[in-house]
C-alpha cells in the first residue's frame, strides 16, 4: 500500500530515457527509447480524510529485439515467464503504457485507520516493421487494504492484503502469411516453453489470465531521533494460458495449455537516525525471493523451473535543507544474488551466484534563494562469483538434419540468447553515471527540477557473443512540485 505523507503536495513528472548497445540479454532489446508523463498527489480533509493518487502515460519504442515476442523482459540472466512467442529475427517496437493508482485513507477509531487503493495498468504492444508482428494487449487491476494501529505514540503496526488479476492478448498476423514455414526458420513461429525448450506453435493467438494474492505485514517506530520501519510481503500467483480462443472466464482445466507458479517474498529493513541541523544516517537491508514452477499439461507434469535470491545491505549518510528535501548524500550498497533455471525438457540448467557494489553521491555545490546545483556520481561495479551451465541439448546440436528446420532455430536460441546470457551474467562489468539536478524556486507553492543523467557499461572481459561490450544510457526529466 502506498506511504501517505504529512503534507498535501501534488508532483508531475516529464521524462525522457535513452539506451542503446549489444551489453544486454538475448531477449532484450538492442535500443530503448521511452518518454511519459507521471503525476501524483496527495490531499487531506479536514475529517483527517486522505486521497492520494497517481498517473503514468508512457510510450516506449524498442530497436531490433529478438527471441521475445511477449510482453516481459529477462532479469538477472533468467528467462521470463515460459510462455511466449519468440523468433530469431530481430524487429522493431512500438508500445504505450498507462497506469492508475488511486486510493483513500480513513481514520477508523482512536489508533486505527482503513486505507483502501486500486490499481489499473494497460498496455499495449506492436511489432511494426518486419513478420511475424504480434499485438500484445495487457489489462490487469489490483484491489488491496491495509490496516493500520498506533500501539503506542512511537509504536505502530499494519497488515494488508491485495488481490490483481491480469489478461493479456497475443495476436500474430503476417504481411505475407506464404512466409509463415517451417523452411523461413528466422522468422517461423516457436513456441518456448521453458530455458532451451522450444515447441511448435498450437496457435497464432493466444490468451492469458494471471491471478495473484498478495499478503504484507508490516511495523513502524519512531521517537526524537529514531526511526525504524519493517516490511514483510508475500505474493503468490497463478499464470494460466489457454490453448485456444476459449471463454477464459470459465475455469475448465482442459483448455490449460500451461500453468506458471511464481511466488514471491519480500522483507524490508529500514533505519533513520537523526543527528540534528537535517542531518541524518539511513541504513536499509533487502532479502528478496522468486520461486517459479512450470506445468505443460500435454507432459502431465513440472516441466521447468527457476528461482532467484536477493540480498542488498545499503549505508548513507544525508543532509536535507529546512524543507526537508535532500542536499547532500554519500552512500554504499552492497549486493549478492543467485539464480537458477531447470529445463526438464531439454535437460538444460544454468546457476549463477554475483556480487555489486554500489558507491553513489551527491552534493550541493551551487545554491541562492530560488536556484540550487547538485552534481550526482554513481560507480557500481558487478561481479561473478560462480556460474555453471548444463547443456543436455549439446550433442543433439552438433549433428542437425539438414531438413530439421527446429533444430536450426534451437541451435540459434542456445547462440543468440542462452550462451551470450551465460557470459554476460558471469562477466565483471563497471557502471559509471554521472549527472545533476537544478532546482528552481519560482514562487513558494512552486518548485521545478531539472534532472540529467548519463551512464556507460561496459564488460571488462571479451566474448564471443557481444561484438561491442558496453551499453549508453542517458535521461532527461522535468519534475514540477506545487
Not at 523468433?87 to 485513507?105: A, D, I, M, R, T
Not at 506492436?126 to 487491476?141: E, G, Q, S
Not at 494501529?149 to 503476417?174: L, V
Not at 529445463?343 to 557494489?357: M, P, Q, Y
Request: charged letters at 20%; proline letters at 2%; glycine letters at 8%.
Amino acid at each position: 500500500m502506498a506511504c501517505v505523507p504529512l503534507k498535501d503536495y501534488t508532483a508531475s513528472t516529464l521524462y525522457y530515457h535513452f539506451e542503446e548497445g549489444a551489453l544486454k540479454q538475448g531477449g532484450e532489446p538492442q535500443g530503448v527509447q521511452d518518454f511519459g508523463l507521471k503525476t501524483q498527489g496527495i490531499y487531506r480533509t479536514g475529517m483527517g480524510i486522505t486521497f492520494f493518487g497517481d498517473l503514468l502515460v508512457k510510450k516506449t519504442y524498442y530497436r531490433d529485439l529478438a527471441w521475445n515476442l511477449s510482453y516481459m523482459m529477462p532479469k538477472k540472466g533468467m528467462m521470463p515467464d515460459p510462455h511466449y512467442f519468440g523468433v530469431s529475427k530481430p524487429g522493431n517496437w512500438s508500445n504505450q503504457h498507462y497506469e492508475l493508482n488511486g486510493g483513500v485513507v480513513i481514520p477508523v477509531n482512536q489508533g486505527w485507520n482503513l486505507a483502501l487503493e486500486t490499481n489499473y495498468n494497460l498496455f499495449n504492444k506492436y511489432r511494426v516493421n518486419l513478420d511475424p508482428r504480434p499485438k500484445i494487449t495487457y489489462n490487469k487491476l489490483t484491489l488491496g487494504a491495509n490496516l493500520s494501529y498506533n500501539i503506542t505514540k512511537n509504536h505502530r503496526f499494519n497488515m494488508g492484503y491485495a488481490f490483481e488479476q491480469a489478461a493479456i492478448i497475443n495476436n500474430i498476423n503476417f504481411s505475407n502469411n506464404n512466409q509463415n514455414e517451417a523452411v523461413n526458420y528466422d522468422i517461423y513461429i516457436k513456441w518456448i516453453a521453458g530455458y532451451g525448450s522450444l515447441m511448435n506453435v498450437f496457435e497464432e493467438d493466444i490468451k492469458r489470465k494471471n491471478k495473484a494474492q498478495n499478503f504484507s505485514l508490516g511495523y513502524t517506530f519512531q521517537n526524537s531521533s529514531h526511526q525504524l520501519l519493517v516490511t514483510a510481503n508475500l505474493k503468490r500467483g497463478e499464470n494460466i494460458t489457454f490453448k485456444e480462443d476459449v471463454d477464459d472466464r470459465v475455469d475448465n482445466e482442459n483448455s490449460y495449455f500451461a500453468t506458471f507458479e511464481p511466488e514471491a517474498f519480500q522483507l524490508d529493513i529500514m533505519g533513520l537516525k537523526y543527528k540534528g541541523k537535517g542531518k541524518l544516517i539511513k541504513a536499509e537491508y533487502t532479502y528478496h525471493r522468486n520461486l517459479g514452477e512450470n506445468f505443460l499439461t500435454a507432459k502431465g507434469g513440472k516441466t521447468y523451473s527457476n528461482s532467484l535470491d536477493e540480498h542488498m545491505l545499503s549505508y548513507s549518510h544525508i543532509q536535507q535543507d529546512a524543507q526537508g528535501s535532500t542536499k547532500n548524500e554519500y552512500g554504499l550498497k552492497f549486493q549478492y544474488w543467485e539464480s537458477s533455471q531447470q529445463d526438464a525438457l531439454a535437460v538444460t540448467r544454468s546457476d549463477f551466484k554475483n556480487g555489486e557494489i554500489h558507491f553513489y553521491g551527491q552534493k550541493v555545490v551551487f545554491e541562492t534563494k530560488k536556484i540550487k546545483l547538485r552534481p550526482q556520481l554513481r560507480t557500481s561495479i558487478i561481479f561473478n562469483i560462480e556460474e555453471n551451465l548444463e547443456n543436455g541439448n549439446s550433442q543433439y546440436l552438433e549433428n542437425i538434419d539438414e531438413y530439421d528446420y527446429m533444430g536450426f532455430s534451437l541451435r540459434d536460441y542456445y547462440n543468440q540468447v542462452i550462451m551470450p546470457d551465460l557470459q554476460l551474467v558471469s562477466s565483471t562489468r563497471i557502471n559509471l553515471e554521472a549527472g545533476a539536478y537544478l532546482d528552481f524556486i519560482s514562487r513558494q507553492n512552486l518548485q521545478s527540477i531539472l534532472n540529467l543523467k548519463i551512464g556507460y557499461l561496459s564488460s571488462l572481459e571479451s566474448d564471443n557473443y557481444h561484438a561491442n561490450n558496453q551499453r549508453l544510457y542517458t535521461s532527461l526529466s522535468l519534475i514540477l512540485n506545487y
